[in-house]
Every structure is written in structure tokens, then in C-alpha cells.
């Protein structure tokens, strides 16, 4: 800690004799307004939309979607600063990879793979490249046999009584099948209780209950509730490895198809980080994403990201939710002030209980726990209210600017005569609401300032368009200048 402590101390002293403006900020921001102009937005919109178009193409089966966003301004200008900060101190030839590297993700994509069909007939069962699918996809069938089996235990309509020897010998399986499905060596944090620790000791156990002969002939609710988490754990999981296998083979078949490498000039990269295995990023708290990296000839970057369904799931809640991640989540506690200024707390006493509450709690009945948080959320809104009407309509449009970034999201629209991909821009009470919510949803303060938001008539609707491949083939021939290299601006 004091190392670190140390080395940001040096590097703030610094700033003012290390040309950082110069070196980083103003190159850094110049490629931010080249990369977010109307032009690449819209370059963008056509790469996504064929990669969309080819996945449906090459593999019809695979329920895919896309989403894809340009970084808010704060975001980026966090990035820059975090950027430098880590890679200080560093030499003059670093300067451009630095730079480089700081702008590679203003524009991003995420591929959801959301559901593996049940036959997975896209795929040459005598291509070795794909013995780890079906390998994978043997394992999801077994698996599947083995849940049918211990639901049918548990609901009597097997021969197998009930017992305590029984419930062990379900248990120590079915912790070894989660063991196995997930990645807890990599994400050790992802469970409360690791599953290896919980298989240790229910083997033990059970070896105690066999030398002592004292099983017990029925089994407590205790026991069949442990089951039935694991259970709805293992459903969770089933298809989580197969799909990151699927997404392993396809997605580089996908990207050196002739309309995104030849027409659209996309090129990619997987990402080097040594923080990365082969592209895949495992973080300690349970989340996993491969990272490509692209790039076109005429010098527009992206990052390219690939989940599971269960990854996706992650980024929203739960441990690994992106809104975890340190400066990831942004206050709205400037747009709401005492109601009496001579309060006996701060605004923050009152703001920090209502950022607290989930507010779906709000809707809930007949829980307690919930009728506790309502009394709470009551109580501390005698406190506090909204900023004035004027005020807030002038911080939030910075504040939507700032803050927010600009999403869309792809679905596809198919006929019996053309294929096409809808894609749609949201709405920016979605953007804002991406950037406002906790691991456990929008709190109730957040709530609040939306519902104010959309009050105050502030909110835009989201808009669609569709693509299908002849127009993509169309905007590239019509632009096909502007996707060659483009000449260097001088400095």
C-alpha cells in the first residue's frame, strides 16, 4: 500500500513536468471525437450488424444478440488518466502503444451467446476443431440425465428410499458435477463456499456416518433445500462452458468472412493482455468474457467482447456486476437536497440509506425484511427532496452528456425473402439507468431521480433501424474511400 501510495504522490507531482496534455490527454481525446463523429458511429452500426448477420448465417441455430455502446466522455476521461497512472513510469517510445491502448475501447461490442440449441447440427462432428463442443455438450446431456434422476428422488417416484446414505451420495455427485462446471480455481470469490470445500467436507461426513452406522433413515428439509440449490446452481451453469467453447471456434470463422474483412476493412486481434488466457478474462468475483480487439484499415478501433448467457447475467448483478467495478457507477446524490437546512445530518446520511434499498422492495408485500426497508425509504424521504425543477433539467443534461453512454442493442428480423438486423438505439433513461444501478438494481434514490427525470418530460425514445446484407454491401460501396487507410494528420 505504500508503495503504491508513493508512486501516485510522485506521479500527481509530476503531471504539470511530464507534457502530460501533450503526451496523452489531447491525442487520447482528438481520437475520442474521431471514433464517436456521425460518420464512424455509423461505420460501427454496419460492422456490428454484419457480424450479426454472419452468425445467423453460419450458425441459425445459435440464439445470439449484440449489444454495442461509444463510452461516455467522464468514462473515457477517467481511462486516460487511469491508463497513464498504471503505466508510469514509462519511456518516450511508449507513448503511442500507451495512447493506443487508452482508446481502444471508446467503442465497444458484447456478443451474447443467450441459448445452444438442442441439436447442434451447425457443427462437422469430424472436425477436430470441434471435439471440445461435443465433448462439452456430452457432459450437458449426462448432466441433464442426472438432474431428471434426483428431482424424481425427491419427489418419491424412485425406487430409492429417501435416506440420509442416499442424500450424501447425491450430494458428494452433485458438488463434483458443480465443481466441474465452474471455475472456481479461476474465480475463487464467485461462491460464498467454494464447491471443493463443501465436497470435502461431505465426504468426510458421510465416511463418519458409515464408521459410526448412524444414518438416519429420512432425510431433513435442511438436506433436500441444499439440494435443490444446487440443483438450480447446475441449471445455471449447465450450458456455461459449452458456450464459451462455442464462441472459441466461431467467432474468429465469423470475423474473416469477405464482407467484414474485405468489404467492411475489419482486421482483429485477440487480446494480448497478460492479464488474459488466450483472450478469456476470468475475474476473481465469477466473471468471464474473451476480448478481441479490431481494427480497420482506416484506423477505427473497438473491443470486442463475447459472454455466455450466464456471463451477461453477471454483469448485472451479483458479485461480478459491472456496476462493482470501481468508478463504474455513478451518484445522482447532486440532484437531491435537505429539505431543512438545518437537518441534524448531512445529505449524504440520508442519500447513503436510500442508495441502500433496492427498489423493488417498494413493490413487495407480506415481507418483512421489505417492510422494513419501506419504513426506512419513508423515513428518510422526510429529509431529503429533488433539487428545483430549473436546476435539475440544467445538471441532468451535463449530467446524461458526462456520464451516460450512448447503447444500442441488435435483434434480428427475418422473413422468407431477406434476412435483416434490427438495430435499436435506447433510449437514454436505459443509458442513464446502465450507469445508475447497483449489483442489486436500481436503488431507491436512483428510482427517484429517474421517475423525476421522466416527469420533467427530459426523456428521449429510443429509435430502430434495420440493415440487411445488400445494404451493407450498398453503404460500403458508396463510402468505399473513407474505409481505405487514411492519410496521417500532421502534428
Known amino acids: 500500500m505504500i ?3 508513493q508512486k501516485h504522490k510522485e506521479f500527481i507531482q509530476n503531471l504539470g513536468t511530464s507534457n502530460y496534455l501533450v503526451n496523452f490527454a489531447t491525442p487520447s481525446q482528438k481520437n475520442y471525437e474521431k471514433f464517436t463523429n456521425d460518420f464512424n458511429i455509423e461505420y460501427f452500426k454496419h460492422i456490428v450488424a454484419a457480424i450479426y448477420l454472419e452468425y445467423k448465417k453460419q450458425y441459425p441455430n445459435l440464439d445470439i444478440f449484440i449489444t454495442f455502446r461509444s463510452k461516455s466522455k467522464s468514462s473515457f476521461s477517467n481511462n486516460i488518466f487511469k491508463t497513464v497512472f498504471k503505466k508510469y513510469p514509462y519511456d518516450n517510445e511508449q507513448i503511442p502503444d500507451i495512447v493506443n491502448n ?5 467503442l465497444g461490442m458484447k456478443i451474447v451467446l443467450n441459448r445452444v440449441p438442442d441439436v447442434l447440427s451447425s457443427f462437422d462432428r469430424s472436425d477436430s476443431e470441434n471435439d471440445k463442443i461435443f465433448e462439452l455438450y456430452r457432459n450437458k446431456l449426462n448432466n441433464l440425465v442426472f438432474l431428471d434422476n434426483l428431482e424424481n428422488w425427491l419427489k418419491g417416484n424412485t425406487d430409492d428410499y429417501r435416506s440420509e446414505q442416499k442424500f450424501y451420495e447425491y450430494y458428494i455427485d452433485i458438488l463434483k458435477r458443480l465443481k466441474d462446471l465452474s471455475y472456481e480455481d479461476k474465480c475463487p470469490k464467485a461462491v460464498d463456499i467454494s464447491y471443493s470445500f463443501r465436497l470435502e467436507n461431505a465426504i468426510a461426513t458421510k ?13 431433513t428439509q435442511k438436506q433436500i433445500d441444499s439440494l435443490k440449490e444446487c440443483m438450480a446452481d447446475m ?3 449447465l450450458d456455461d462452458k459449452l458456450q464459451h467453447a462455442l464462441l472459441d471456434v466461431t467467432l474468429a470463422k465469423v470475423l474473416n468472412t469477405p464482407i467484414i474483412k474485405d468489404l467492411l476493412h475489419v482486421s482483429y486481434t485477440i487480446d494480448p493482455s497478460p492479464k488474459k488466457e488466450k483472450g478469456w478474462m476470468f475475474t476473481e468475483t465469477g466473471y468471464i468474457a474473451l476480448y478481441y480487439r479490431l481494427k480497420t484499415d482506416s484506423g477505427l478501433r473497438a473491443e470486442l467482447q463475447c459472454v455466455s448467457h450466464k456471463g451477461n447475467d453477471d454483469d448485472k448483478k451479483g458479485p461480478s456486476a459491472h456496476s462493482e467495478m470501481v468508478g463504474k457507477t ?4 447532486n440532484f437531491f437536497e435537505l429539505i431543512d437546512k438545518n437537518d441534524e445530518h448531512e445529505l449524504s446520511y440520508y442519500t447513503n440509506i436510500l442508495k441502500k434499498i433496492p427498489s423493488i422492495v417498494l413493490n413487495s408485500k407480506n415481507n418483512a425484511i421489505h417492510e422494513r426497508y419501506k419504513k426506512d ?7 431529503i427532496k429533488c433539487i428545483d425543477d430549473d436546476q435539475f433539467i440544467k445538471y441532468s443534461e451535463l449530467f446524461k452528456q458526462c456520464a ?10 427475418h422473413n422468407s425473402f431477406i434476412s435483416e438486423v434490427i438495430i435499436q438505439e435506447k433510449s437514454d433513461v436505459e443509458a442513464l439507468i446502465d450507469v445508475i444501478r447497483s449489483k442489486d438494481g436500481l436503488s431507491v434514490l436512483a428510482k427517484k431521480f429517474i421517475d423525476n427525470y421522466e416527469r420533467l418530460g427530459l426523456s428521449n425514445p429510443s429509435y430502430t433501424v434495420s440493415l440487411s446484407e445488400a445494404e451493407i454491401v450498398d453503404w460500403c460501396t458508396a463510402n468505399a474511400s473513407k474505409l481505405e487507410p487514411q492519410p496521417q494528420e500532421e502534428k
Open 3 to 5: 508503495e503504491i501510495n
Open 235 to 237: 441449471n445455471e451453469r
Open 377 to 383: 425509504a419513508l423515513e428518510a424521504w422526510k429529509h
Open 207 to 219: 465416511k463418519k456416518l458409515e464408521e459410526n452406522s448412524s444414518f438416519s433413515l429420512e432425510i
Open 102 to 106: 487508452i482508446s481502444k475501447d471508446i
Open 330 to 333: 455513478r451518484t445522482v446524490d
Open 404 to 413: 451516460s453512454p450512448v447503447l444500442y442493442a441488435t435483434h434480428a428480423a
